[in-house]
């Protein structure tokens, strides 16, 4: 049995990464894009962009679970990637996020009547 310490390893958690890119130019494809999506949520993975999905696992063993549960709900076409890694690897990812200048409107000089 594991000890307390041992089980939530950062290098026995694990996450799951879903990269996909799948058709979407007739209706059919759509629906078949949107389930795909649809069902990842279901099984507990996030948005994390638009075509990249994330799940938290505790251990190997349960990433191994949703990672079997991706291959079963696989759309026919397109292109989908799992990867599963470490929550030590997870933490070394660095993100960007730009943020897109606004131009703040000038203040309105308000007419006063006495």
């Known amino acids: 049995m594991l000890s307390n310490t041992n089980r939530f390893n950062a290098y026995r958690i694990m996450w799951v990464l879903v990269f996909f890119d799948l058709p979407t130019e007739t209706k059919k494809e759509r629906s078949a894009a949107s389930q795909f999506r649809k069902k990842l949520l279901d099984d507990g993975f996030i948005m ?56 703040i409107p000038q203040p309105v000089e308000q007419l006063q009547l006495f």
């Open 48 to 103: 994390f962009q638009f075509s990249i999905y994330i799940r938290h696992c505790p251990s190997r063993e349960n990433a191994k679970v949703h990672t079997k549960r991706v291959k079963n709900i696989l759309p026919a076409h397109g292109k989908v990637c799992i990867l599963e890694i470490t929550d030590k690897q997870f933490e070394r990812m660095e993100l960007f996020q730009g943020v897109k200048p606004i131009e």
